[in-house]
């Protein structure tokens, strides 16, 4: 195969006539040969050409347009672990980047999709262009990735309005994460964090996952928290984190989007949950449009099918790419996060070891989840549950706090028999505060060594 590229270091190429290849155009018709005339590395004309060139002996070559990766990772190399682990510097990781991405083009792939790795340094390098022209040139080259339910590609990085999707914004950010999108087996999309333990060697002692909930909003508070695990006065035990939100231009509409996966099936809607909506809408908090589309996903909640995601198709690629540890894994979530962990806890299942629900977003007094606490009867789920208020909640005057309160109180209290299995504590917070203390608690509750 031919592979035209620009000289290295800026330098042309002088204008050439390739002859005797078996070019294919792209165009659907029969490779055939054809010739080529070239400059500056750009392929300008098929067919023959009368202007003076060098000529290039082609015969018993194949041409074709720019090749496309459809999966490729720029930053990593074979064996992947010293990448995650930090033993390889970023400065190599940067120049092993660089010379990946020459070679790849050498090979006649001009547009490849990077589904994520260990970058070193390598964006924030080649923004400030302190990398030479021919690496520049192909750093910012759009890397396109599909996405076929919105009909067109999307460039990561790149988004249409002002500003960083809140799908990448923290990359780079936050020590020892990496991101990547990912499709659910029900079609739906998601953006996922995945942050490790300080020289994490799954080697050496693999580690359980914490699946945290609303990443889009909760990753910044909550994945800096990892350092406990090294906090001599209360340890952690260690654990990775597992951070689930929404991808590219969803990201906008996580509040929305939270609805439909973290809301039981069913789920009544509360009348003091439709007058805060209604109040958002008059105090100019939120288009009618907007609320209406964030009731409607209220009414097709599918909170089961999100759980068959995080358990069936999300944790199988973890388990693979990270080598975590077989079991005593974990959740949390808070708001209805929180109500999601409630549901994940009465469903019996024994994936997770531990589970945390702050704050949860029981705001209906007819809430499933007292009617699935009656049907567990005397059994108890040997997963370990704790349940974090806050004490603005109970005290404040916002009927719908007060509501998610007093419910999730009534759940504690409705349990016949409270073991050390079941945990609970109150925070002084108010409920948009509340988040971090509450992850915090449940660490130190479920996950103190």
């Known amino acids: 195969m031919v592979a035209v590229s620009p000289q290295r270091g800026g330098s042309t190429i002088e204008p050439a006539h390739a002859v005797g290849a078996t070019v294919i155009d792209g165009s659907g018709r029969d490779p055939g040969d054809v010739d080529v005339t070239l400059e500056n590395g750009r392929i300008t004309r098929l067919g023959t050409s009368s202007a003076h060139r060098e000529r290039l002996d082609a015969k018993g070559l194949t041409m074709t347009p720019g090749l496309i990766g459809a999966h490729v990772h720029l930053g990593l190399s074979s064996p992947i672990q010293p990448h995650f682990s930090l033993q390889i510097s970023a400065a190599e990781i940067a120049a092993g980047i660089f010379a990946t991405t020459g070679t790849t083009l050498d090979a006649g792939f001009t547009t490849v999709r990077d589904t994520g790795g260990v970058e070193g340094g390598a964006v924030t390098a080649t923004a400030k262009g302190k990398v030479s022209s021919f690496e520049r040139q192909l750093a910012q080259t759009p890397r396109t990735v599909p996405r076929p339910h919105q009909g067109r590609t999307r460039t990561p990085g790149r988004p249409d309005r002002k500003g960083p999707q809140m799908s990448t914004m923290w990359q780079g950010c936050l020590a020892n994460t990496d991101y990547f999108e990912m499709r659910s087996s029900g079609g739906y999309d998601y953006g996922i964090w995945v942050t490790t333990p300080p020289g994490y060697d799954p080697a050496a002692a693999q580690a359980p996952v914490v699946y945290v909930l609303d990443g889009n909003w909760a990753v910044g508070m909550t994945a800096p928290l990892i350092v406990t695990q090294l906090d001599p006065m209360q340890p952690i035990q260690p654990y990775i984190q597992v951070s689930v939100g929404y991808a590219g231009e969803e990201a906008e509409h996580w509040e929305r989007l939270r609805n439909r996966d973290l809301v039981p099936p069913g789920e009544p809607i509360a009348k003091e949950f439709i007058d805060a909506v209604e109040m958002a809408v008059r105090l100019g908090a939120k288009t009618r449009e907007q609320a209406d589309a964030y009731l409607a996903e209220l009414n097709d909640s599918r909170g089961d099918v999100f759980l068959n995601f995080l358990t069936a198709d999300l944790h199988p690629r973890i388990e693979r790419d990270y080598g975590t540890a077989p079991s005593g894994h974990g959740l949390f979530g808070y708001s209805y996060g929180g109500l999601f962990s409630l549901y994940a806890w009465l469903t019996g ?94 660490l130190r509750t479920c996950r103190a060594r």
């Not at 706090?401 to 917070?429: C, D, G, I, W």
Request: charged residues 20%.
């Open 349 to 442: 299942g024994t994936f997770f070891e531990s589970i945390g629900a702050g704050s949860p977003g029981v705001v209906s007094a007819d809430s499933q989840v007292f009617a699935r606490l009656e049907a567990m009867g005397d059994s108890r789920s040997a997963t370990k549950l704790h349940v974090t208020l806050n004490d603005r909640e109970i005290l404040g005057d916002v009927a719908i706090y007060q509501n998610l309160a007093k419910n999730a109180a009534t759940f504690l209290h409705r349990l016949p028999s409270r073991s050390e299995s079941v945990t609970s504590e109150v925070m002084h917070e108010t409920h948009v505060t509340g988040l971090q203390a509450s992850f915090l608690s449940y």
